[in-house]
């Protein structure tokens, strides 16, 4: 786990217009109300003041049906097509299967990843076809995350990570799986993911086909409440 957190600050007046030649000595750090130490600190202005955005789409297989992913990957497309020379941002695509998350080169070119789509080869099964448990599906989508996350704590800013799926399962259909030790990991893994998202400045957003939730026609059932 990383032992650092980077944070961008905008500062701006009441009027909410930027305000320039502040220094270090003029912020205060806290955690739980406690002063911390600042590492270290740099003031950008101008056009450099924005920290640096990169978007990554990331194609689930290993916990998407074969209907959804190939929605996805359309939907995906149509996006990159509206704008094949020129993105707002550096995009890359990834894919997650049972081996990881195999992460693209980013582009702002649209018909580059457009290209890099077409390559994706789309799996014989994928939803239900791995050997085991949810629990275990919960586990590589949540290490091969994980790892993604430490890869991208150094790199200079801010990253939009949009999942294209509907994410690990929940365990949350039966008695939870396995023994009070893996329930103990299963949190431990968690915590760990969370506190790298802070570390690598991520946010995510989880983006679905509208077949998510349903099954066979009707509304799926998909957060049952507690027992």
């Known amino acids: 786990m990383a032992e650092h957190i980077i944070l961008d600050v905008v500062v701006t007046d009441a009027s909410g217009k930027p305000v320039s030649g502040l220094q270090e000595k ?41 209907q959804d992913l190939a929605h996805e990957l359309r939907a995906v497309e149509k996006y990159l097509a509206q704008n094949r020379e020129q993105l707002s941002f550096p995009v890359s695509i990834a894919v997650l299967t049972d081996t990881g998350i195999d992460l693209g080169q980013p582009s702002r070119v649209g018909n580059t ?53 509907p994410g690990w399962p929940l365990l949350s259909d039966g008695p939870y799986p396995g023994t009070t030790m893996d329930k103990r990991n299963f949190f431990g893994e968690i915590l760990n993911l969370s506190s790298g998202f802070l570390d690598a400045q991520i946010t995510m957003d989880a983006v679905s086909s509208p077949n998510l939730m349903r099954e066979n026609g009707r509304p799926r059932d998909y957060y049952k409440p507690s027992q």
């Open 26 to 66: 003029d912020f205060t750090l806290r955690n739980n109300q406690q002063p911390q130490q600042i590492a270290s600190f740099q003031a950008v202005e101008g056009r450099t003041a924005k920290p640096p955005v990169h978007v990554i789409f990331m194609l689930d297989v290993l916990n998407n049906s074969l």
């Open 113 to 165: 990843l457009i290209g890099q789509l077409k390559k994706i080869r789309m799996p014989l099964a994928t939803l239900g076809s791995l050997e085991g448990s949810n629990a275990r599906r919960f586990h590589l989508s949540v290490q091969s995350l994980t790892k993604l996350v430490t890869d991208q704590e150094d790199v200079p800013g801010r990253v939009i990570l949009i999942w294209m799926g």
